[in-house]
């Protein structure tokens, strides 16, 4: 009986996850060169810990290759296709808040919703002679939000390869779909939210593959899992 455990390998998803970890009883034993990736839980032969960043962590956990990660739902959702029949979102963790939005130039003073944002669309495809242009990584959130939700279709998606929110005034784009805690870099460039245009308040969480696997691994999750979730309650009331 053994689970694969991944946690972010830096930064503060990282520092908070061990932070976590170690409120529900399950301290990790850090190595000593920074360099390896893996790690284990003391006390524990039956959780092994590695290091991957978020988005590999998504990643694996859709393709069944770790148990249980950190991550967040953004990458979760963006990543894997029919994702809720390949992942669980076990824990809901508390931090990493970030909302996945829909943004316009704020020179657009009379598009304020996602129905406005359609109008603005066909009226590109009349006066320019081509579609709304969408700049974003989020390419699969985009789409169902747009055509899926909102049911509009005259757009395009344009790859985002820096960063994003500057490229409408590059003249790449026309609206993005971007990832934002506090909203102040979209200001910044002279972008506004729409008002109905959250697609996910994402956060970190704690992510199980659906993989199969035994009966005593599954109860190895659950138990994690509300180990977690227990330090999570505790944290927030603190």
């Known amino acids: 009986m053994s689970v694969t455990l991944a946690i972010p390998s830096k930064g503060r998803l990282k520092e908070k996850t061990l932070e976590i970890l170690a409120g529900a009883g399950l301290a990790v034993s850090l190595p000593e060169d920074d360099r390896r990736y893996h790690a284990h839980v003391e006390g524990r032969s039956d959780i092994e810990v590695v290091f991957m960043s978020a988005s590999e962590i998504s990643g694996e956990i859709g393709s069944g290759g770790i148990d249980l990660g950190v991550t967040g739902e953004d990458l979760v959702r963006e990543n894997l296709a029919d994702w809720e029949s390949r992942a669980e979102i076990v824990a809901r963790l508390g931090f990493g808040h970030a909302d996945v939005v829909v943004a316009v130039p704020d020179m657009w003073l009379d598009v304020d919703t996602m129905a406005d944002l359609d109008d603005v669309a066909a009226d590109f495809r ?33 790859e985002s390869l820096g960063a994003t929110e500057g490229a409408p005034a590059a003249g790449s784009a026309d609206v993005i779909v971007d990832i934002t805690s506090t909203g102040s870099t979209l200001r910044a460039n002279h972008l506004k939210i729409l008002g109905d245009g959250v697609i996910l308040r994402s956060q970190a969480c704690l992510v199980a593959s659906r993989r199969e696997r035994s009966a005593s691994d599954d109860a190895l999750i659950r138990e994690i899992a509300a180990a977690v979730s227990a330090s999570v309650g505790e944290t927030a009331s603190a």
């Open 126 to 158: 009349q006066r320019h002679g081509r579609r709304l242009r969408i700049a974003t990584k989020y390419w699969r959130l985009t789409q169902q939000f747009f055509s899926g939700k909102h049911g509009i279709q005259v757009y395009r998606i344009v």
